[in-house]
């Protein structure tokens, strides 16, 4: 079983910046591919990045290209997504997602089999 916690979400203003972290559990993560998703209110949880198991691929939503950058640190267990130039329309419960195969860094939420709670992100403009 895999445990993700997400940290990092709260208020900022439009044009600033949040680093989110997701910690996970377990003694594999470094093969684990992992994502982030983020979902606004009434709309459908969208995919927001990914990063392959040794970091060295990652793959962005066309709306965050540019302004952010998925990373991880192994040795911490910890997944980052560093967000700048956040805009109003970034407001969501932004989560962390973990496919354990490690091979998959894309969209579709289904290949994702484990998921954090969530953390709240709020960009006032």
């Known amino acids: 079983q895999v445990q993700l916690v997400e940290s990092g979400g709260g208020l900022v203003q439009a044009g600033g910046s949040l680093r989110l972290s997701c910690a996970a559990s377990?003694?594999?993560?470094?093969?684990?591919?992992m994502g982030w998703f983020r979902q606004a209110p009434g709309k459908e949880r969208e995919f927001v990045a990914a990063?392959?198991?040794?970091?060295?691929?990652?793959y962005y939503a066309d709306s965050v290209k540019g302004r952010f950058t998925i990373s991880r640190d192994n040795a911490k267990n910890t997944v980052y997504l560093q967000m700048n130039s956040l805009k109003p329309e970034d407001t969501a419960v932004y989560y962390c997602?973990?496919?354990?195969?490690?091979?998959?860094?894309?969209?579709?939420?289904?290949?994702?089999?484990?998921w954090g709670q969530g953390t709240q992100v709020t960009v006032s403009s």
């Open positions: 377990g003694r594999t993560f470094s093969s684990y591919a």
């Open positions: 990063i392959s198991w040794s970091g060295g691929n990652t």
């Open positions: 997602a973990a496919d354990p195969l490690g091979y998959y860094i894309g969209p579709n939420d289904l290949m994702y089999d484990y």
